[in-house]
């Protein structure tokens, strides 16, 4: 991750109960954390209104795992074969 895109900042929001249950419910059911379970659901909403900005940083945060993923396919034979 470049280091422009360190996450610096913090958003604070109320939620019921009931709401922050739920949210920390999805957010194991996932295997992630509260934060990135927020900040992608929060991210998600923003692409489906067609907000350009959030289309980009998705289509990124994507790519950069999809790229890492391949990476560690192909370097995992060369691993193995040690």
Do not use: H, N
Request: glycine share 8%; proline share 1%.
């Amino acid at each position: 991750m470049k280091s422009d895109d360190a996450k610096t900042e913090t958003l604070q929001f109320k939620v019921t109960d009931s709401e922050r249950k739920l949210i920390e419910k999805c957010a194991a059911d996932e295997g992630t954390t509260i934060s990135k379970y927020v900040r992608g659901a929060v991210l998600m909403s923003m692409v489906m209104d067609g907000k350009a900005e959030a289309i980009k940083i998705v289509a990124r945060e994507v790519g950069e795992k999809a790229f890492g993923m391949v990476r560690q396919k192909l370097t995992r034979p060369t691993q193995e074969g040690r």
